[in-house]
């Protein structure tokens, strides 16, 4: 199993769609969870972190389930400008800095 | 703000040579990290330090790639000799909680 999983896509929606992410770890321990966004050919740029309580930024939630392994982006009335891919991150072990990046899951808003 | 600065931000080399990837971190960041990002294998970690110590290299691929952080404001990464499957994006990333990167550096092994 790999350490952090995302289905790649792409999802495409229409403009003003809710549309939500999952990402599974295979880490128990990890302890620190974030979503980065990439746009093409650019670097990536940290999107939110992810608490253990969910955490809301505008449009954008986020959402850790420990008993399942996984985390969550969901984005709500989505606009042209979201179409990026999405890295979830998860730290590999307690109390490191080895922080390892899925795979990406590309979403295409469609006008 | 200065962000995490990279250079050359683009190389085309011949197999063989040897490329070397520069990277400043953000001030008062500790930490630094090097990934490579292909289209087949994503975002991999090569090596990290925390003030300027190497702490995990277990990604290096091969004895070709080598790393250095000789100060809390400058990192190299080094491929001696470079081969075609060498040609990524590699980025420098900074950070004290969250990580930072660089814009990258595109590498291009003919």
């Known amino acids: 199993r790999k350490e952090v999983e995302q289905d790649p896509g792409p999802f495409n929606v229409p403009e003003g769609a809710t549309v939500a992410f999952n990402c599974t770890y295979s880490?128990?321990?990890?302890?620190?969870f974030f979503w980065y966004r990439q746009d093409c050919r650019k670097e990536p740029k940290l999107l939110m972190s992810?608490?253990?309580s969910g955490n809301e930024d505008g449009r954008f939630t986020a959402q850790l389930n420990r008993a399942s392994q996984y985390i969550s982006l969901l984005i709500r009335d989505s606009k042209l400008s979201d179409s990026a891919t999405y890295l979830c991150?998860?730290?590999?072990?307690?109390?490191?800095?080895?922080?390892?990046f899925g795979t990406g899951t590309r979403l295409k808003v469609l006008a | 703000d200065a962000g995490v600065i990279q250079s050359p931000r683009h190389e085309v080399t011949e197999m063989g040579q040897e490329v070397t990837l520069r990277c400043k971190p953000i001030?008062?960041?500790?930490?630094l990290f090097w990934y490579r990002q292909t289209m087949m294998r994503g975002l991999e970690l090569l090596i990290y330090?925390?003030?300027?110590?190497?702490?995990?290299d277990s990604g290096m691929p091969e004895d070709r790639f080598s790393a250095k952080m000789p100060n809390a404001s400058f990192s190299t990464l080094k491929i001696q000799p470079s081969e075609p499957r060498d040609s990524a994006v590699y980025f420098c990333?900074?950070?004290?909680?969250?990580?930072?990167f660089g814009e990258g550096s595109w590498l291009t092994v003919v």
């Open positions: 990333a900074s950070s004290s909680y969250t990580i930072y």
């Open positions: 880490n128990s321990a990890s302890q620190s």
């Open positions: 992810v608490y253990s």
């Open positions: 991150v998860v730290n590999k072990a307690p109390g490191t800095y080895k922080y390892i």
């Open positions: 001030s008062g960041h500790d930490y």
């Open positions: 330090f925390n003030n300027n110590v190497p702490i995990d």
